[in-house]
């Protein structure tokens, strides 16, 4: 099969090949690895996610079928465009800090990579192997994820966890190669960028591979796996449908503390570790809101820190934070990473140990509290704290 691996000879010049050239524009690239042909040596070529896919099928694990498009593809159709250069100097001079700079530099770089024109080539080869990929699992339109999959993927200081966009439910080989080119774009999101140079990594030069695989539900996957049909399709939709109704219901409701009656004893670890509801924290939302003196919560992240807060509900306002503020925010997630750079320290009412705001802090050496329940709703904007990472407790000062 390892002929069948890399590249499609007839899509010049995407074609046959292991080296990589795709920064030189009219070179021949290695385009298509197929997750059960993954050897080790391809990871430089597939990113972390498609060699984490590839690795898991070749051990028997079962993982949907699918491929990878190579990053040098994503390397290729830059130097094609004469887009490296642009790119590089557009994040060059960003300053992370700065909101404005980073929607600015974002949208103009995701701009230059939707300007990409596919037609022929790789397109071809991405359509081939969708079409194959059609044929194999019986359904002439089947639907795919699309799964960005960079080369910085999973370094030791650096996760890159949820920095890059995946797309679900992509049907058709013409709507597949669009959203490639939608993941290739996601290098460049406001978070992506303010990411890469706070840990350093801004004058690296990431590139994209992009996985393209089977989607699955819990029910298809399981239907997949030992052969018998899935009621997903038919199923789904209408439920989707019907949750969304129910969480717009929800955006109108101020709910109370629990519903039902809550266990009383709270063993699950994922329930603890991630989103930081235990015992304690269940009797302590019941009770209602906390002293305003303080609040209490997981011992996130380590370190001491004092600052002016300043409470944001949600994505959108991230701009408002100034250098040196505390962050105060029901949870994050990897659309708040510019803020990062810029706070003092981090509390949130919701998550444990392992939350996104706990795993980033971390990284940043910034302390965090997290999983206070009543942060939000208890700190005003200019207050100022002292958040202690080492003991899980926040302190408002004045």
Request: net charge negative.
């Amino acid at each position: 099969m390892r002929d069948n691996i890399i590249g499609l000879a007839d899509c010049a010049p995407y074609g046959l090949g292991k080296s990589a050239t795709g920064s030189t524009p009219g070179g021949h690239v290695p385009t298509i690895v197929w997750f059960e042909d993954y050897q080790p040596t391809d990871a430089p070529l597939v990113g972390g996610k498609n060699s984490s896919l590839g690795a898991l099928f070749c051990a028997g694990l079962p993982v949907p079928p699918g491929f990878a498009v190579t990053a040098d593809c994503y390397r290729k159709a830059l130097a094609d465009g004469g887009l490296t250069g642009q790119l590089d100097a557009l994040t060059a001079a960003v300053d992370p800090r700065d909101h404005a700079s980073l929607v600015n530099a974002g949208e103009r770089a995701r701009a230059l990579i939707g300007s990409i024109d596919l037609a022929g080539g790789l397109a071809d080869a991405i359509r081939e192997a969708y079409g194959e990929l059609c044929g194999r699992c019986g359904d002439g339109a089947l639907p795919v994820a699309i799964r960005s999959s960079a080369t910085l993927e999973d370094q030791p200081d650096a996760s890159f966890a949820g920095e890059h966009d995946t797309y679900l439910w992509v049907r058709g080989a013409d709507e597949v190669v669009r959203h490639v080119l939608r993941c290739w774009g996601s290098l460049f999101t406001d978070r992506g960028i303010a990411y890469r140079i706070e840990r350093g990594y801004g004058n690296v030069h990431e590139a994209m591979s992009v996985g393209v695989q089977q989607m699955v539900l819990f029910d298809l996957y399981h239907g997949w796996a030992v052969g018998v049909p899935s009621r997903g399709p038919k199923y789904w939709p209408k439920e989707m449908a019907r949750r969304n109704g129910i969480m717009n219901a929800l955006r109108q409701w101020s709910p109370p503390p629990a519903l039902g009656v809550p266990p009383e004893v709270i063993t699950e670890p994922f329930t603890v570790m991630l989103w930081g509801i235990t015992s304690e924290s269940v009797k302590q939302w019941l009770g209602g809101a906390q002293a305003s003196g303080g609040l209490a919560g997981f011992a996130a992240s380590p370190g001491v820190a004092e600052g002016p807060a300043r409470v944001i509900l949600s994505a959108d306002g991230i701009g408002d934070l100034q250098e040196g503020e505390v962050l105060v925010a029901p949870l994050t997630a990897p659309s708040w990473a510019p803020v990062f750079g810029k706070t003092a320290a981090t509390v949130t009412d919701v998550g444990g140990i392992m939350s996104h705001a706990a795993i980033v802090c971390r990284e940043y050496g910034l302390p965090a509290v997290t999983g206070t329940a009543f942060g939000t709703k208890t700190v005003k904007t200019g207050q100022r704290l002292r958040v202690d990472g080492n003991a899980g407790t926040v302190t408002i000062i004045d």
